[in-house]
């Protein structure tokens, strides 16, 4: 901050002087250590502070999780002052990364699956297995403002890239190289820091790059398997972004994250781009030791994530627009290929123990679904069945009551001599929507479920419509798919539970009533 003087003289020599920074280099570096440590990591290294700069060596950033740990190593940090209230942050050298882990060790075909002597499955072995991988960022500049207490940190990467080995099986020792790179990598993150902790970020790059060509070993034990892959991945225009809070307590947050969820915890955070490219070829040996080829793509347009956690739920939803998949393979005479307009899906899970109810979605849409006339000739030769665009719609929420924290360790390793908990108590569903258009026949069911103590006798009501059912099973008989035995046994358990609409004999209506006591009636008839 700047001090002025009353007198003009006075005013134009401190104008003249050097301006001093709102944020020192030594208050960087305690920012950003807090800032790791919030979120479980370990911090090392070694400081040496000249007051208008501050050098990092060998900075550790370590997090022990079930089984193994991983750890960030970056050679060098420089903070130094710019003289306008700034402070510039650089990384050199290579950043070293590692993370070790444990896997289950293959079965021995031979193996008895239970322990000895009793009914309970064996523990498997495993087998400790680890990845390793440098991170280079040429050219790298951070600039931070503000003040302790309210940072902002700006970057400019040029580039991000990485070189990863890749484990290729718990028994060979072989590695798959993984590279890939970032360019023109902008954004800013913002760390306030206090009683709890807020932190914001937003990033761009202009395009994305990820390849593996790798030689895949064979079985060691019975040289199946193995061979080449190459596969080539773009992303363009990508941004991610987000928010984060962390209580003022210290938690471990791979064993006590209800706990820190309960203190205050939460994280939402959305990542997009606007196209993505794929590639991919393989050659190598099958299990019965054939040559076995192939190549594909994937293609998409523009897709984004979200994720949310906190005390209220876990969510996930995203969407995918333009999906187009192409691919050829040996063991397959010919390609396979199918495209989508839209895909979506939208879930929210309650993750808190609590007596009230909470709420939970599940939604999942697919649009426009088409496949290659080389499909739907298998079954269908002579084009009897409409190919047009089908699409599929799931809507569901409703309440449920949780037993258990889904976070709370014990929940991963149950009881084996015990009868397994259910975490989850259902007390009301609602069917928003659920509808299917395909080879000519449609499908729309909605309704409302309420539960009581005993979640096997719901009550309540669902409706359906269905069109263009009757014409499909009698396509379905001329094809030869299905015998007209068949047909008649599904035509009649229809007719218990929907009745032609009054006009119109392919269009179909269904009330399905759930009544208390555990009895269900459809259309007004019993049937339970």
């Known amino acids: 901050m700047f001090r002025f003087a009353a007198t003009s003289a006075l005013a134009l020599t401190v104008g003249a002087a050097p301006v001093l920074a709102d944020v020192t280099p030594a208050q960087v570096w305690e920012n950003l250590e807090t800032y790791f440590t919030d979120f479980g990591y370990e911090v090392t290294g070694t400081v040496e502070d000249a007051g208008s700069t501050l050098t990092v060596t060998d900075a550790v950033l370590s997090m022990d999780n079930e089984g193994g740990a991983t750890t960030v190593t970056i050679p060098k940090m420089t903070f130094q002052e710019t003289g306008d209230a700034k402070v510039r942050a650089v990384i050199d050298g290579d950043m070293a990364l590692e993370s070790k882990f444990k896997v289950p060790a293959p079965a021995e075909p031979e193996a008895d699956a239970t322990a000895e002597g009793t009914d309970t499955p064996a523990e498997p072995e495993m087998v400790d297995m680890t990845m390793t991988g440098t991170i280079k960022a040429p050219g790298n500049e951070m600039v931070v403002s503000g003040t302790p207490e309210d940072m902002l940190y700006e970057y400019d990467y040029p580039s991000v890239e990485f070189d990863f080995a890749m484990p290729a099986g718990p028994e060979s020792g072989a590695t798959i ?36 060509v790798a030689d895949v070993p064979a079985d060691p034990e019975t040289a199946e398997g193995g061979g080449k892959v190459d596969v080539q991945a773009k992303l363009t225009d990508l941004s991610l972004a987000g928010t984060a809070r962390t209580p003022g307590q210290s938690f471990d947050l791979a064993t006590q994250m209800a706990e820190a969820l309960a203190a205050g915890l939460n994280f939402q955070g959305t990542f997009a781009y606007a196209a993505m490219d794929t590639r991919f070829d393989f050659a190598g040996k099958d299990e019965a030791g054939q040559d076995q080829t192939g190549s594909g793509s994937v293609a998409t347009g523009a897709a984004d994530v979200a994720l949310q956690m906190s005390e209220q739920g876990l969510g996930y939803k995203g969407s995918v627009a333009d999906t187009k998949v192409e691919m050829t393979t040996g063991s397959l005479p010919f390609p396979v290929s199918y495209a989508a307009v839209n895909s979506s899906f939208d879930l929210l899970i309650p993750v808190s123990k609590a007596d009230a109810a909470q709420p939970f979605r599940f939604a999942y849409a697919l649009e426009g679904l088409t496949f290659a006339d080389s499909i739907w000739n298998l079954f269908d030769p002579n084009s009897q069945l409409p190919r047009d665009p089908a699409s599929l719609s799931i809507d569901l929420s409703g309440d449920a009551v949780v037993a258990q924290d889904l976070f709370d360790p014990a929940l991963a390793q149950p009881d084996p001599a015990a009868a397994p908990e259910v975490p989850f108590t259902p007390r009301s569903l609602t069917v928003n929507k659920v509808a299917l258009d395909a080879v000519g026949a449609t499908a729309d069911i909605t309704g409302q479920l309420e539960f009581g103590d005993n979640p096997n006798e719901p009550v309540g009501k669902l409706n359906g419509t269905f069109a263009g059912v009757n014409g499909l099973m009698d396509k379905l008989v001329a094809m030869g798919l299905v015998p007209e035995e068949q047909i008649m046994g599904m035509r009649m358990m229809l007719a218990m539970f929907a009745k032609p609409a ?24 019993q049937v339970k």
């Open 502 to 525: 009054e006009g119109n004999p392919d269009k179909l209506t269904s009330e399905i009533e759930f009544r208390e006591g555990g009895s269900i009636f459809a259309n007004g008839q």
């Open 177 to 212: 190289p993984v590279s890939g790179a970032l360019t023109n990598v902008t954004g800013s993150q913002r760390n306030a820091t206090g009683e709890a902790s807020e932190y914001s970020f937003d990033m761009k790059a202009s395009e994305g790059t990820m390849g593996i």
